[in-house]
T-cell receptor, first 110, second 113 residues
Framework: DAKTTQPNSMESNEEEPVHLPCNHS???????IHWYRQLPSQGPEYVIH???SNVNNRMASLAIAEDRKSSTLILHRATLRDAAVYYC???????????FGEGTQLTVNP | DAGITQSPRYKITETGRQVTLMCHQT?????MFWYRQDLGHGLRLIYY???????DKGEVPDGYVVSRSKTENFPLTLESATRSQTSVYFC????????????FGPGTRLTVL
């Protein structure tokens, strides 16, 4: 599986936007970009995914660079509940597995 | 509701004992997965299953056995537990494919003394 690189940690203030970066320079043309997050003492939960175009859902937005070598997860207004570890994961078109890295620990300050 | 339950939620055992962790899904999805998460690290895939009677190894399968006789159940057995298997174990289910999300259970915290 292609590898992703994320910062170990980031901080944000409540009600401000948060941009979580992910580099995936070895991404192949058929890899989907997935984001999951893990709240304290819980299992991971799906956030969003995309292939080439930017994507929006009720939780977040995903901005994908034109060359697909990087992407950014955008939380439009961070809340305290958004404090979690965020994982950026590449998935092959034919694959069902997820390969987790270490993720980014997001701290949200009140 | 992720449609997936795990039992027990907490388990303490001793080195050398056999332990079985249970996973049950209610959505009849094809794929099921077992991950382990050591303190402060990301999840690692142990085994996964694409359908009943079809299982395959993940990144860290040594010391574990799985079976899937029914679509809804995917038990994970540690045949002879070791201290290095102390971890939190997550089960997940998915409809399969690169675009379908995985739904995770609440986890089982296993301590091997």
């Amino acid at each position: 599986d292609a590898k992703t690189t994320q910062p170990n940690s980031m901080e944000s203030n409540e009600e401000e936007p948060v941009h979580l970066p992910c580099n995936h320079s070895t991404i192949s043309g058929t890899d989907y970009i997935h984001w999951y997050r893990q709240l304290p003492s819980q299992g991971p939960e799906y956030v969003i995914h995309g292939l080439t175009s930017n994507v929006n859902n009720r939780m977040a937005s995903l901005a994908i660079a034109e060359d697909r070598k990087s992407s950014t997860l955008i939380l439009h207004r961070a809340t305290l509940r958004d404090a979690a570890v965020y994982y950026c994961i590449l998935r092959e078109t034919s694959g069902s597995r997820l390969t987790f890295g270490e993720g980014t620990q997001l701290t949200v300050n009140p | 509701d992720a449609g997936i339950t795990q039992s027990p939620r907490y388990k303490i055992t001793e080195t050398g004992r056999q332990v079985t962790l249970m996973c049950h899904q209610t959505w009849s999805h094809s794929y099921m997965f077992w991950y382990r998460q050591d303190l402060g690290h990301g999840l690692r895939l142990i085994y996964y299953s694409a359908a009943a009677d079809i299982t395959d190894k993940g990144e860290v399968p040594d010391g574990y056995v799985v079976s899937r006789s029914k679509t809804e159940n995917f038990p994970l057995t540690l045949e002879s537990a070791t201290r290095s298997q102390t971890s939190v174990y997550f089960c997940a289910q998915s409809a399969g494919g690169a675009y379908n999300e995985q739904f995770f259970g609440p986890g089982t915290r296993l301590t091997v003394l």
